[in-house]
């Protein structure tokens, strides 16, 4: 069981690229997330998605997209890339409500 | 609203001795806490869980966590620190009202000393 997969694992971007986060799991879980860990922060909610077809904003959205077309996949997209951006990218699923979240390895995100 | 303190962003231990990780949490309602450990470059993976079952938890590789409710304290224990606890952790709490929002921490690194 490969659990929760992101790709890639490393990036470097120029400011003003756009990017696909990749993240895909294999528990049929329902909910997904993506979280951005910045040193010292903690975690913080990008996006999350409580089904296929369904999304909704979390606490830091802006200048990111996010779809999701499968139980399977949710990926992240980044538009216009910012300095800010730079960031390591956590996706997570849960299989049910107040069930702990499983974690990707993460995607090590750099903009410069 | 809820949220969770992180007493220590960071704490030293001596390879051998006690571990302690506070966290404090504020919720309306009986709420769902999860200790994660983060090694470097490595996603956060799970310790244990409480889920309104018993109140002392006891997780992998030896830790456990108490719940006090009348301190809203879940604070992470191990007895005898090994090296290979080296790592972040990171003290969460999910939305009561929903079970599908996190909340997390800031983190305690843990150092451990040979």
């Known amino acids: 069981n490969a659990g929760v997969t992101q790709t890639p694992k490393f990036r470097i971007l120029k400011i003003g690229q756009s990017m696909t986060l990749q993240c895909t799991q294999d528990?049929?879980?329902?909910?997904m997330y993506w979280y951005r860990q910045d040193p010292g922060m903690g975690l913080k909610l990008i996006y999350y998605?409580?089904?296929?077809?369904?999304?909704d904003k979390g606490e830091v959205p802006n200048g990111y997209n996010v779809s999701r077309s499968t139980t399977e996949d949710f990926p992240l997209r980044l538009e216009l890339a910012a300095p800010s951006q730079t960031s390591v990218y956590f996706c997570?699923?849960?299989?049910?409500?107040?069930?702990?979240?499983?974690f990707g390895d993460g995607t090590r995100l750099s903009i410069l | 609203a809820q949220s969770v303190t992180q007493l220590d962003s960071h704490v030293s231990v001596s390879e051998g001795t006690p571990v302690l990780l506070r966290c404090n949490y504020s919720?309306?309602?009986?709420?769902?806490l999860f200790w994660y450990v983060q090694h470097p470059n490595k996603g956060l993976q799970l310790l244990l869980k409480?889920?309104?079952?018993?109140?002392l938890v006891k997780g992998i590789n030896g830790f456990e966590a108490e719940f006090k409710k009348s301190e809203t304290s879940f604070h992470l224990t191990k007895p005898s620190a090994h090296m290979s606890d080296a790592a972040e952790y990171f003290c969460?709490?999910?939305?009561?009202?929903?079970?599908?929002?996190?909340?997390f921490g800031t983190g305690t690194s843990l150092t451990v000393i040979p």
């Open positions: 997570a699923s849960i299989r049910g409500v107040y069930q702990p979240q499983h």
């Open positions: 528990m049929n879980h329902n909910y």
């Open positions: 998605s409580v089904g296929a077809g369904i999304t």
């Open positions: 919720s309306s309602y009986s709420p769902s």
């Open positions: 409480y889920t309104s079952a018993a109140t």
């Open positions: 969460v709490v999910s939305d009561p009202a929903t079970g599908n929002q996190f909340y």
